[in-house]
């Protein structure tokens, strides 16, 4: 397929498991980002990697959240001991990177449809 | 740090009636700015883009022109339909390695 994918679309689970969150880039794209959108809230930000290298982990919310990225391609969000306040949408996006020059040069983010996680 | 503010919803329209959401930023340097938009049930999508000072960004009849002066970035649309229902997101990046800051949304119903 040509989009962004990520597997489970919807995961239950009970308070205090792991789990484990994949996104399959487009392919070519090196950038890939991980956000979470809670219900009727935006988007908040939590990992970016650029390649396999994580430049900014600044979002992650605790210690219990942890991601990674392999042969610049598929990503891997964990979430360990699960809480309830867990529960949300976790999207993932990726682009491409071009540079140089001054102005502002970032590619458009092109967006998976979401797992749906619910921490009963 | 960079930020974005976008006019609180929800925004309720007639069919045909002309859309303006508000949009202004902060930021440290010269940022891409951008325009997303999720239908009901669906991921986010891009709809529009600008890349620099005084550029505009249209798609679908929707516009938005990136303007330094007034950090600002509205999105407007002279006609909507009951189909431009959705949440829309006002997002900038600065690029170079750097994350992306959306707004907190929009949520627009337009009623026929």
């Known amino acids: 397929g040509a989009g962004v994918s990520q597997s489970p679309s919807n995961k239950v689970t009970e308070k205090g498991k792991d789990v484990e969150l994949r996104c399959d880039p487009i392919s070519g794209h090196t950038a890939l980002y991980w956000y979470r959108q809670s219900l009727g809230q935006g988007l908040e930000f939590l990992i970016y990697f650029q390649g396999n290298s994580a430049p900014d982990k600044s979002g992650l919310p605790s210690d219990r959240f942890s991601a990674e990225r392999t042969g610049g391609s598929v990503s891997t969000l964990t979430i360990q001991r699960t809480q309830q306040e867990d529960s949300a949408v976790y999207l993932c996006a990726s682009s491409t990177w071009t540079s140089g020059g001054y102005s502002s040069s970032t590619d458009t983010q092109y967006f998976g449809p979401g797992t749906r996680l619910t921490v009963l | 740090g960079d930020s974005v503010t976008q006019m609180e919803g929800p925004v309720t329209l007639s069919e045909e009636a002309f859309l303006t959401i508000n949009c202004t930023y902060t930021a440290t340097g010269y940022p891409s700015l951008f325009w997303y938009v999720q239908y009901p049930g669906e991921g986010l999508q891009l709809l529009l883009k600008a890349t620099k000072a005084d550029d505009k960004g249209s798609n679908k009849g929707f516009e938005a022109t990136y303007r330094k002066e007034t950090t600002s970035f509205h999105l407007e649309k002279g006609s909507v339909q009951v189909s431009d229902s959705a949440v829309y997101f006002c997002?900038?990046?600065?690029?170079?390695?750097?994350?992306?800051?959306f707004g907190p949304g929009t949520r627009l119903s337009v009623l026929p």
């Open positions: 997002a900038l990046s600065e690029g170079y390695g750097q994350n992306f800051v």
